[in-house]
């Protein structure tokens, strides 16, 4: 290599160098590049992480949905096993359904396909408010989550012999806010169908059952599908204690009278062998009641009671059988009344329904519905509060009971005109009382006296009082209506509370018309009894007065409209009694009817007479014991 050639390449050699060091990247961009070439190889490390996730997760996805389709082939197994043809409604959503019109508002539950509330628009509960006073709260019924309303439909092959309509979900096939139709479609491609409608002005429901294709799925020798009703009463008035007697279960065999579970006590009524045109579970004041277009066939209805302190009334069951006949497309129609127990409704509902008001049973509810209950609309036509409506149909009936009335303090009158001698056969006979009855009885038999005629009267207006005594409580026209200090004149009035419970069921407040009555009661029987001899029963003095004492806690807890009535009836018989013996009945003029009737030639024999006899052999009978116990001695 010559010199030439070895400056040359000393020359590049410096050159390389020198260009190496101008163009050699700085310290921050060897970090930049460094950062750089690490942000790659974290993406790539990511990248190759996803990679390896996507592919167990394709592993994980083909392993759960194996999973997922072998439950699903169990859980469909399952329902095949548990509801056969009906396995398509074994699986669905509970919806809530809504029918409603101006009275009512309906809601029915897809699940099962019943009704699960019925909300009443113009009826309330009352309840105590946090500052204690009542407040109105929604009143709706067939609301508790306890209730049961569904058919077992038969079915062969299955364990259980059948499926129960509770258990299914049903399609909405239809759907507007006066009607509603739900189907439970089996997979032979009938169904079970309810259908629902309502309209304006009523609170009656169409209800109908259609049995699609299920002839060939129900067995032949099954002619009849049950309906299962269970039904736990709500407390909804505020007297529980009053209102369960007067809750159970009624219906009515076609061809007879409607008839009734017990009020008081459990209970199982079975109609065998009967058509069945209705069967209502009645509240007080409110029934929920199903009627069949034709008839049912047989029914087991029962009645339960429940503990006091239960959150429910009393529970109700009614087994139901509805005819089947195995046709292609089969229906049976019937309808709800779920509402109030308004007489005039129930009475244009046909089949006897209205009996379902407790009014009472033979002439008292006799009375009550043919009678007192017109004369009561009549006035509460023109006179808006129902406590002067009471104090009008006292006056009233006052009135037409008159007669009984002037027969009664005329028989008294006619007594106290003979006290004068009855005070004088006292003193002569002092020592011996069963000859004062004996000297009694023929005083009254020569003037023509009947010391009963003052009680015949009072017996006669006895099927009045008993009538009045179911009516108050049972006619809805009282609920929640209010006078003077009463709140509820289908409940007690309460004038004030106490802070402990009174004995003997009388509740933990006073009821002032209770109170009012009671006294009344006293005033008006000593002004009644002053001038009658009460010598041959001197128990009885007391009594009458103890009376009226002991009922203060049987009223205590009664309706207020009828303890109002009894007030009113109390204030008019004082002012009736008063203005008769004062102004109408001429003292002067019975004691001349007792003189002239002294003098008429006496019949033998008659009540006195054989009463007067029956008394001088007790008074014989005992003479003959007291001298054989001298001779003893």
């Known amino acids: 290599m010559d010199r030439n050639t070895i400056i040359g390449l000393v020359l590049i050699f410096l050159l390389l160098l020198v260009w190496q060091q101008y163009m050699a990247p700085s310290k921050e961009e060897i970090q930049e590049q460094q950062r750089l070439q690490d942000s790659i190889a974290l993406a790539q490390q990511q990248e190759d992480s996803l990679r390896l996730l996507e592919q167990q997760a394709i592993v994980d996805s083909t392993a759960g949905q194996q999973a997922i389709e072998a439950s699903d082939s169990l859980l469909l197994l399952r329902n095949r096993t548990a509801y056969g043809p009906f396995t398509p409604a074994a699986s669905g959503e509970a919806r809530s359904m809504v029918l409603e019109n101006d009275l009512f508002k309906v809601s029915v539950s897809t699940k099962g396909g019943r009704i699960n509330e019925v909300e009443l628009k113009k009826y309330f509960r009352l309840v105590d408010g946090e500052d204690g006073k009542e407040e109105k709260v929604p009143l709706k019924l067939l609301d508790d989550q306890k209730n049961k309303f569904g058919y077992f439909i038969p079915l062969a092959n299955l364990p259980s012999g059948g499926v129960n309509t509770d258990d299914l979900y049903f399609q909405v096939a239809q759907s507007d806010a006066t009607s509603l139709t739900l189907r439970a479609p089996a997979d032979n491609g009938g169904y079970f169908e309810q259908r629902y409608s309502i309209k304006d002005g009523t609170y009656n429901i169409g209800y109908e059952l259609s049995f699609k294709g299920l002839n060939t799925v129900i067995p032949q020798d099954k002619d009849a599908i049950q309906l299962t009703w269970v039904n736990y009463l709500d407390k909804l008035e505020r007297n529980s204690q009053y209102e369960r007697r007067y809750s159970t279960v009624y219906f009515k065999p076609a061809d007879e009278d409607p008839d009734y579970c017990s009020c008081t006590s459990d209970d199982v009524e079975e109609v065998d062998n009967k058509r069945v045109k209705w069967v209502s579970n009645a509240n007080q004041f409110f029934n929920s009641s199903l009627l069949a277009n034709e008839a049912f066939g047989s029914a087991v209805l029962e009645t339960k009671m429940l503990p006091e302190d239960a959150d429910n009334l009393k529970l109700l069951v009614s087994r139901i059988n509805l005819p089947y006949n195995h046709g292609q497309d089969e229906a049976f129609g019937m309808s709800f009344y779920i509402g109030p127990n308004e007489f005039d409704r129930l009475y244009n509902m046909g089949y ?3 009996d379902v008001i407790p009014f009472g049973r033979s002439l008292f509810g ?12 009549f006035l509460s036509s023109f006179i808006g509060s129902k406590g002067i409506v009471i104090l009008f149909l006292t006056l009233i009936v006052k009135l037409l009971l008159y007669p009984l009335t002037y027969r009664m303090l005329y028989s008294q009158s006619k007594m106290g005109a003979l006290k004068p001698r009855m005070e004088h056969l006292k003193e002569k006979h002092k020592d011996d009382p069963q000859q004062q009855q004996v000297e009694s009885m023929k005083i009254y038999r020569e003037f023509g006296v009947n010391p009963l005629g003052g009680c015949l009267p009072m017996l006669l207006q006895m099927p009045i009082w008993f ?3 179911r009516f108050f409580p049972a006619s809805i026209e009282f609920r929640q209506a209010s006078f003077l200090w009463a709140t509820d004149l289908s409940s007690y009035d309460v004038f004030f509370r106490l802070p402990f419970e009174l004995p003997f069921n009388m509740g933990a407040h006073v009821s002032l018309f209770t109170v009012l009555w009671a006294i009344t009661t006293l005033i008006y029987t000593y002004y009644n009894t002053r001038h009658m001899d009460m010598t041959a029963n001197p128990a009885m003095k007391y009594m009458q007065y103890i009376m009226p004492i ?7 807890t009664f309706a207020s409209g009828l303890t109002c009535y009894l007030l009113f009836s109390n204030i008019l018989n004082i002012t009736q009694t008063i203005v008769t013996k004062n102004y109408i009945i001429d003292q ?5 009817e007792l003189e002239a009737y002294r003098q008429k030639p006496k019949k033998k024999g008659g009540f006195q007479e054989r009463l007067e006899q029956a008394l ?4 014989r009978v005992q003479a003959e014991r007291g001298t054989q116990g001298r001779k003893k001695k």
């Open 352 to 354: 006897e329904l209205q």
């Open 588 to 592: 002067h003029k019975i004691e001349k």
């Open 616 to 619: 001088k052999e007790q008074q």
């Open 467 to 469: 009538a009045l005594y």
């Open 550 to 556: 002991m009922f203060l806690g049987f009223f205590n």
């Open 366 to 377: 006799t009375i009550n519905r043919w009678v007192i209950r017109p004369l009561f609309n």
